[in-house]
């Protein structure tokens, strides 16, 4: 509680200190990341919007712990991970997070309910993610239905259209109740209509179960959808002008 007004304070799921990375190009290092500050609270969705090259992907792989930063840091629910094992970081990318990549990253030959279970078994009744077999099954299907694929639970990938496969990424993203969902791209494979209903998708995932969201796009209507928009310029973040 803050004493002052006797509010709550909002619970900080994610922060980025300083944060820098650069990469080797030719005989100098090009500094992608210059240096980004921000955080989300929990509940939010924020997008990051920033143009092709300016670093966006770069920086939801170091805030999601599939990289390292140069320099800064990176706190999942207050807890500073730059000096973490890698353990703790595949740990923590199990159960406190999931990833929505552009083009859904979902596995060819199992069904569209085996690749939401597949999110369980990684986690391993961990963190918040159903412990039991059978609260596995009884929340993919519930997922499923969510995301409005009642009737393709049993279809692999390939007979599904683009926009129900980025569907089955998402009821996969939610299986753990992560703390937070990275977004990279998620409607840039689709055509318009077919994104304007994922992105209604994820607006009621936020609002219906609190889930936290942090997506990055080049789409300015992508981030629209979103109740709070950050811009990624020369390596840094700022308010969107
Ligand atoms: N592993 C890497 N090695 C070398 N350079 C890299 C690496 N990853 C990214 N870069 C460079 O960093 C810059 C930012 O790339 P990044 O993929 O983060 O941009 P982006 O904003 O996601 O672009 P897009 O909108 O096209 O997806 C680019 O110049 C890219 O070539
Ligand atoms: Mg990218």
Not at 138 to 157: I, N, S, T
Not at 181 to 191: A, I, M, Q, R, V
């Amino acid at each position: 509680m803050n004493p002052v007004d006797g509010q709550t304070a909002p619970e900080v799921v994610l922060e980025a200190r300083g944060l820098v990375r650069r990469f080797p190009m030719g005989k100098a290092d090009v500094e992608v990341l210059r240096g980004v500050n921000f955080s989300v609270a929990r509940g939010e969705f924020t997008a990051i919007l920033g143009s092709s090259g300016s670093g966006k992907s770069t920086l939801l792989h170091v805030l999601g712990l599939l990289d390292r930063p140069d320099a800064g840091e990176v706190l999942w629910n207050g807890e500073a991970l730059a000096a973490a094992g890698e353990s703790r970081r595949a740990e923590l990318r199990a159960t406190e997070s999931a990833f929505v990549f552009q083009f859904y990253f979902l596995l060819p030959e199992f069904t569209a309910i085996e690749n939401v279970l597949i999110a369980a078994a990684i986690a391993r009744g961990r963190g918040r993610a159903p412990a039991s077999r059978k609260e596995r099954h009884e929340r993919a299907v519930e997922l499923l239905e969510r995301v409005g694929l009642k009737e393709r639970m049993q279809h692999r990938p390939a007979e599904l259209s683009g926009g129900e496969r980025q569907r089955v990424a998402i009821a996969r993203g939610l299986m753990n109740r992560p703390s937070i969902l990275f977004c990279d791209e998620p409607t840039g494979n689709l055509d318009s209509r077919t994104a304007a209903r994922i992105h209604e998708l994820l607006q009621q995932v936020n609002a219906d179960l609190g889930q936290t969201i942090l997506a990055v796009t080049h789409e300015k209507v992508m981030a629209e959808c979103a109740r709070r928009r950050l811009v990624m310029r020369d390596g840094v973040i700022g308010e969107e002008s």
